[in-house]
């Protein structure tokens, strides 16, 4: 995997896993404002990581690939393929 390809994946990696943290710290604080407004901003970067990422390299799941003529994910290599 070359070396930008690897870099972005490690970023949205890192985007994901602050989601999921503020995704669980929600679920017992459900009111703070702080937390949500942080929640919608790193949603926004993972979509912008993600479309970036999908333009460069290909789709990186089978989510959302009906836009294409045939089903033809498959023919890109998988995300994790080539990263430790």
């Known amino acids: 995997m070359d070396k930008q ?5 490690e970023r ?12 669980l710290f929600l679920d017992t604080h459900p009111c703070d404002q702080d937390a949500l407004c942080m929640y ?3 949603s926004m970067m993972r979509a912008e ?3 970036q990422y999908t333009s ?4 990186m799941s ?9 089903w033809n994910w498959t023919q890109y290599p998988w995300p994790w393929e080539g990263v430790c």
């Open 40 to 42: 919608r901003e790193y």
């Open 56 to 59: 460069m390299y290909g789709p």
């Open 62 to 70: 089978s989510y959302g690939i009906c836009e294409c003529a045939e």
């Open 49 to 51: 990581l993600v479309a």
């Open 5 to 9: 390809r690897e870099c972005l994946m």
């Open 12 to 23: 949205i990696s890192e985007v994901s896993f602050v989601m999921d943290d503020l995704r």
